[in-house]
């Protein structure tokens, strides 16, 4: 079955840099994008952004761009989001998901980043 | 003004239906069929239970479905059942905006 399976949570001070990984199993990983969508506490959900995983093509959004970066690595199927120069409201859940008909079909369990001095 | 506008909340009872509506702005949602919902419990991932305005994913029950109208999407979730108390999300991106949109969220209370 498809599996995303994300890293620990993480807490960096404002300016730092984190990078998230995203494991996927059981599907052909190059075949399929990944997209990164966060979650501030208590708050909906943001759409960061998009790879093909085969490709490595992207595209952000641009409250991040130039912030964020999304890479692949498809000899161990795993995605990665990195985001520099963190600010108090990155303060969120990050989710990997897998495109599924254009839309988010399997997610991965999140990863808690908390921006915090 | 916000791309996709949702009711903040919404309630029934056990075995009656509701609908949950997702206000499009800004081309979104009236020239495309290019809505999805999601569901997502407290501490839990969103989980994908409708895309394409009425297309229900494998494993989805048929007590979820979707449609639209102009420039409303609906959600309606018939024969509620304690399980189903969650938020829900709509989403949507267009043809030219590949970029997906979020409304704020609909938090169903069964009560």
């Known amino acids: 079955q498809v599996l995303l399976v994300q890293s620990g949570a993480e807490v960096k001070k404002p300016g730092a840099s984190v990078k998230l990984s995203c494991k996927a199993s059981?599907?052909?990983?190059?075949?399929?994008?990944i997209i990164w969508v966060r979650q501030a506490p208590g708050q909906g959900l943001e759409w960061m952004g998009a790879i093909s995983a085969g490709s490595g093509h992207t595209k952000y959004a641009e409250r991040v761009q130039g912030r964020v970066t999304m890479t692949t690595d498809t000899s161990t199927n795993t995605a990665y989001l990195e985001l520099r120069s963190l600010r108090s409201d990155d303060t969120a859940v990050y989710y990997c998901?897998?495109?599924?008909?254009?839309?988010?079909?399997?997610w991965g369990q999140g990863t808690l980043v908390t921006v915090s001095s | 003004q916000s791309a996709l506008t949702q009711p903040a909340s919404v309630s029934a009872s056990p075995g009656q239906s509701i609908t949950i509506s997702c206000t499009g702005a800004?081309?979104?949602?009236?020239?495309?069929?290019?809505v999805a919902w999601y569901q997502q419990h407290p501490g839990k991932a969103p989980k994908l239970i409708i895309f394409?305005?009425?297309n229900r994913p494998s494993g989805i029950s048929t007590r979820f479905s979707g449609s639209k109208s102009g420039n409303t999407a609906s959600l309606t979730i018939s024969g509620l059942q304690p399980e189903d108390e969650s938020v829900y999300y709509c989403?949507?991106?267009?043809?030219?905006?590949?970029?997906?949109?979020f409304g704020g969220g609909t938090k169903l209370t069964v009560l």
């Open positions: 998901t897998r495109n599924y008909y254009g839309w988010g079909g399997y």
């Open positions: 059981g599907y052909s990983f190059d075949s399929f994008d």
């Open positions: 394409d305005v009425s």
């Open positions: 989403s949507s991106y267009t043809r030219t905006n590949t970029q997906w949109v």
């Open positions: 800004f081309g979104y949602i009236s020239g495309y069929n290019f």
